[in-house]
T-cell receptor, first 110, second 110 residues
Framework: GQSLEQPSEVTAVEGAIVQINCTYQ??????LSWYQQHDGGAPTFLSY????GLEETGRFSSFLSRSDSYGYLLLQELQMKDSASYFC???????????FGTGTRLQVFP | DGGITQSPKYLFRKEGQNVTLSCEQN?????MYWYRQDPGQGLRLIYYSQIVNDFQKGDIAEGYSVSREKKESFPLTVTSAQKNPTAFYLCASGIRDTGHFGQGTRLTVV
């Protein structure tokens, strides 16, 4: 079976650092993607981890540990515009589909 | 510029009517997907296609149908058999590590 867990909501202040965790249960997967979605908008791609370890892209970093079935998205120097929902999405083996969870709503306060 | 175009942005349907949502991409991607999103929820996969003239059911395919006659196009029909069709529909394309989404169609049944 497949299941995903993310916190439903996270709050932080501008300039802070926040970590959004993702735990998953799949029978095997290629990698883990992260997407950002602002209210009323479409999801936009943030990062992809094909291998264990940390991937850094500007203020955002993503981490994957296959042995722990765990990943996280790290957002640094938070800005108001980072207020959005964030989804982790593993891709199971032998498919090209992305499995999305219910996402984490991040609210950044001044 | 390459991208995915969904139309219309807003759609109103009477109960009992079928309606077709358009999705076109010029990114030369083989894989295309349809997701449904309800308020405050994650994305649930309706159908996906990995190649022309072939498609597979996702997690919530009942009441929906698709076709993939051309690489660029993946229309979704919401049939009268779909009991609760009011939702935000998102089309996506791409391989597992860089999914591209259209801007979505908001369907309301009146």
């Amino acid at each position: 079976g497949q299941s995903l867990e993310q916190p439903s909501e996270v709050t932080a202040v501008e300039g802070a650092i926040v970590q959004i965790n993702c735990t998953y249960q799949t029978s095997g997967f290629y990698g883990l993607s992260w997407y950002q979605q602002h209210d009323g908008g479409a999801p936009t791609f943030l990062s992809y981890n094909a291998l264990d370890g940390l991937e850094e892209t500007g203020r955002f970093s993503s981490f994957l540990s296959r042995s722990d079935s765990y990943g996280y998205l790290l957002l640094q120097e938070l800005q108001m515009k980072d207020s959005a929902s964030y989804f982790c999405a593993p891709t199971p083996y032998n498919t090209d589909k992305l499995i999305f969870g219910t996402g984490t709503r991040l609210q950044v306060f001044p | 510029d390459g991208g995915i175009t969904q139309s219309p942005k807003y759609l109103f349907r009477k109960e009992g009517q079928n309606v077709t949502l358009s999705c076109e991409q010029n990114l030369n991607h083989d894989a295309m997907y349809w997701y449904r999103q309800d308020p405050g929820q994650g994305l649930r996969l309706i159908y996906y296609s990995q190649i022309v003239n072939d498609f597979q059911k996702g997690d919530i395919a009942e009441g929906y149908s698709v076709s993939r006659e051309k690489k660029e196009s993946f229309p979704l029909t919401v049939t009268s058999a779909q009991k609760n069709p009011t939702a935000f529909y998102l089309c996506a394309s791409g391989i597992r590590d860089t999914g591209h989404f259209g801007q979505g169609t908001r369907l309301t049944v009146v």
